[in-house]
Nanobody, 123 residues
Framework: QVQLVESGGGLVQAGDSLRLSCADS????????MGWFRQAPGKEREFVAA????????LYADSVKGRFTISRHNAKNTVYLQMNSLKPEDTAVYYC????????????????WGQGTQVTVSS
């Protein structure tokens, strides 16, 4: 079974960087699309980035484009989110997700979710 476990969150200052990791510990191999979402308190969960197995044409939300980079290491069933130039508005719980469908999938079409990792960016 798919088991997604995020790590790498923490408390940082504005302008700092973090790298989030998400490993599928439940399977030895996967060709599925993986991605990241985030949710701030009292707000809807929003799309951040997604990447296919091949790594071609990764998708990014406009709010993070140019600052965040998604990548994956297929042999480890792991996806990463490198976050640079962090802003206070990036503060949220970040969730790893997996879909059997395309990276353009709507929110309810993502099939598996991790438990989330907290990212807090102070001014």
């Amino acid at each position: 079974q798919v088991q997604l476990v995020e790590s790498g969150g923490g408390l940082v200052q504005a302008g700092d960087s973090l790298r989030l990791s998400c490993a599928d510990s439940g399977r030895a191999f996967s060709t599925d699309t993986m991605g990241w979402f985030r949710q701030a308190p009292g707000k809807e969960r929003e799309f951040v980035a997604a990447i296919t197995w091949s790594g071609a044409n990764p998708l990014y939300a406009d709010s993070v484009k140019g600052r965040f980079t998604i990548s994956r290491h297929n042999a480890k069933n792991t996806v990463y989110l490198q976050m640079n130039s962090l802003k206070p508005e990036d503060t949220a719980v970040y969730y790893c997700a997996l879909t059997h469908r395309s990276p353009e999938s709507d929110y309810d079409q993502w099939d598996y979710w991790g438990q989330g990792t907290q990212v807090t960016v102070s001014s």
